[in-house]
Every structure is written in structure tokens, then in C-alpha cells.
């Protein structure tokens, strides 16, 4: 059982910065492909990254150029760097890993809640 926890979320102004931890219980980033979601209040859960099994790197139209996803292998940890934040950026945060072969399990994390505003 693969299990996530995010950390680092918190209040910052618009413009300013955050880096989100995503702490990962085992070696898996080669066969578990990692993302960030977020869900702000009333809408849906939305992707924002993924950093593939291979290392490629992909991200939604609303974050490119300013967040940035990355991993670090020996300590089992994926990371969200996010600049120049935005009010409509303030969501929950949450980090997915999905198996790359069968049964494709997923797991999420509990989610930290991101707050942009001055």
C-alpha cells in the first residue's frame, strides 16, 4: 500500500511563492506515474502536473510557466514548485500516484490547503 503526504501548504500573498511536498512511502517513481490535483470550494477536482514514470514532465495550460513539478528519488519525495501565485490558485493540493501496469492502483494524498490572498 502506497501511502502520500503533502506538506507545505499555507497563506502567501498573490505573487509570491509556495513549494508543496508530496513524501511517498517506498521507491515507486519508476513504475507509479505522480501528479498534483487541486479542488478549490464548489468546483471539481482539476489536474495541474505530472511527472511521468520516465521523468517527462506535463503540465495544465492554467499553471505552465509558473509551477513546477520535480522528484527526488533517494528521498522518496515529490515536490510543486509554485510562483507567482494567484487568488484563483487557492485550492486543497493533493498528489496522486498512479501504477503504470496492472491493476493500476491509485493512491492520493489527504490533501494541504493553498490560501492566496492579500
Known amino acids: 500500500q502506497v501511502q502520500l503526504v503533502e506538506s507545505g501548504g499555507g497563506l502567501v500573498q498573490p505573487g509570491g511563492s509556495l513549494r508543496l511536498a508530496c513524501a511517498v512511502s517506498g521507491s515507486i517513481f519508476g513504475t507509479h506515474a505522480m501528479g498534483w490535483y487541486r479542488q478549490a470550494p464548489g468546483r471539481q477536482r482539476e489536474w495541474i502536473a505530472t511527472i511521468s514514470s520516465s521523468g517527462n514532465k506535463m503540465y495544465a495550460d492554467s499553471v505552465k510557466g509558473r509551477f513546477t513539478v520535480s522528484r527526488d528519488e533517494p528521498n522518496n519525495a515529490m515536490y510543486l514548485q509554485m510562483n507567482a501565485l494567484k487568488p484563483e490558485d487557492t485550492a486543497v493540493y493533493y498528489c496522486?500516484?498512479?501504477?503504470?501496469?496492472?491493476?493500476?492502483?491509485?493512491?492520493w494524498g489527504q490533501g494541504t490547503q493553498v490560501t492566496v490572498s492579500s
Open positions: 496522486r500516484a498512479s501504477q503504470i501496469f496492472p491493476p493500476y492502483q491509485e493512491f
